[in-house]
């Protein structure tokens, strides 16, 4: 297993009302050229936690941070009239929650970041770190 210090957030980028799947996803990346969905985890508009890239392979999600790091994408990212917009609803947040603190149970040496901290672009249109400490992880 590859060791894990990273747990980088992401978002897709799409409007508020767009489904997405990780077939949807799984196309666009490998559209680019990439084997398969660059993600490890995204989370549907319905909270569903979908499986991407399986774990143990380097993920394609955070240039310089994959080999060490797992990907988590939420659909959404973009208000209605196309600016970055945390998107998040209810079960979108809960989901996220969960799936974290199941991460960092897995890997506790592992730190959470959002994708805007390392790379200059507005994904996952959200502080990742101020929410951290909103929710208390």
Known sequence: MRKINEIIVHCTATFPEQQVTVADITRWHREKGWATCGYHYVICLDGTIQNGRPIEEVGAHCKGHNTNSIGVC?????????????????????????????????????????HNEFAAKACPCFNVQQWLQEVGL
């Open 74 to 114: 939420y659909v959404g990212g973009l208000a209605a009239d196309g600016k970055p917009a945390d998107t998040r609803n209810n079960e979108q947040r809960a989901s996220m929650v969960q799936l974290l603190k199941q991460l960092l149970q897995q890997y506790p040496q592992a730190t959470i970041h959002g």
